[in-house]
């Protein structure tokens, strides 16, 4: 099993090219269990949001909303429309600050609008990491190049001798820690659009939702003042 050139270079290498191993794993680790959790969650926040909008499609006016948030669970969506409740529950019967029926509609979509942006915030959390492992591998991986290299010269001044014997060790470590750097790097800047591109279609998907709901609202509030 040692014979095997790749597990006998790892076995034999210097104490820095362990090092920078090291850390590189510890970045595709944290890259890996990042991914897995993002994708799970937003493939849950996708089926969240469509049950929501199963039931949500047969509102005709936002005093029916109450109804369909108590029916369903989870985030988005939902979250948009439980804000747009809780902001207009907050308004007193008589008003003695006199706002206006424009005014309160803006307060809803701002409700909303807040909402959105929590959301956002929520699916963007963690992404950074995966920036930070596709900006940071290949550096290490560069890292890992230079001083293999370094090694190998030092070697042959120290042996006087050029030989492959002598200069391969420091040039196949210097390639491995290239080579891991870029396994590290690719994955994490794929997954970081990938991820970054659902988040921002969902953003967009929640924004003309919370103009929908404000929307509503200023429609029946309306509605109800000219009756």
Request: proline share 4%; charged share 20%.
């Amino acid at each position: 099993m040692t014979d095997t050139p790749l597990l006998h270079m790892i076995l034999h290498m210097a104490p820095e090219g362990y090092a920078i191993s090291i850390l590189l794993l510890l970045l595709s680790v944290v890259t890996l269990a990042i991914v897995l959790q993002k994708w799970t969650a937003l493939k849950q926040r996708r089926a969240a949001d469509d049950e929501f909008l199963q039931a949500f499609s047969k509102t005709k006016a936002f005093h029916e909303i109450p109804l369909v948030v108590s029916r369903t669970r989870g985030a988005g969506l939902r979250s948009i429309a439980e804000s747009a409740l809780i902001e207009e529950e907050h308004f007193p019967e008589d008003d003695p600050a006199g706002r206006t029926e424009a005014l309160r509609g803006d307060l809803v979509q701002e409700a909303c609008e807040r909402a959105v942006e929590e959301e956002r915030i929520d699916m963007e959390q963690r992404l950074s990491w995966l920036v930070v492992a596709a900006g940071t591998g290949p550096f290490l991986g560069l890292l890992g190049t230079v001083w293999g290299i370094m090694d190998a010269f030092f070697q042959i001044g120290q042996q006087a001798s050029a030989g492959l014997n002598v200069v391969a060790p420091g040039i196949a470590q210097a390639l491995f820690t290239t080579l891991a750097g870029l396994i590290v790097a690719i994955p994490a800047a794929a997954a970081h659009q990938f991820l970054s591109g659902a988040a921002r279609k969902h953003e967009g998907e929640y924004l003309v939702f919370a103009s929908r709901v404000a929307s509503m609202y200023r429609r029946e509030f309306l509605s109800a003042g000219n009756r």
